[in-house]
């Protein structure tokens, strides 16, 4: 997903290839420099871990790291169904859904 204040909000649907991974014709494409990356599972039924993105940020900045904007002050983050916390809920019926921001370690948190 990307957001960026003053623009329209994207959400792509794909997956992370290797570098040089060729893109089949009529696809598109970003590439992702190597990043560190603070990730936040959501605990909860399937429709009450959606859209929390900003309290996962929220989760990261708490815990001493920066959100990491694009080259074009945009930023990205994505959502991650890992097999089987999110495919299986558990004895309440609950999945885990892992968000992902990229980011850094504060300079001054050492």
């Given at each position: ?47 009450e ?10 989760s ?6 920066k ?15 890992v ?18 921001h ?9």
């Amino acid at each position: 997903m990307r957001w960026k204040e003053g623009e329209p909000f994207e959400y792509w649907i794909g997956m992370f290839c290797p570098d040089n991974a060729e893109v089949p014709e009529g696809y598109s494409f970003i590439d992702f420099d190597e990043s560190d990356l603070g990730v936040v599972w959501l605990y909860g039924k399937e429709y009450e871990v959606y859209g929390q993105e900003h309290k996962c940020a929220d989760s990261c900045l708490k815990e001493g790291y920066k959100i990491v904007p694009d080259s074009q002050g945009a930023y990205w983050f994505f959502e991650r169904y890992v097999c089987p916390r999110f495919t299986t809920s558990d004895e309440k019926g609950n999945i885990i859904l892992d968000i992902c921001h990229f980011i850094e370690k504060n300079s001054n948190d050492g």
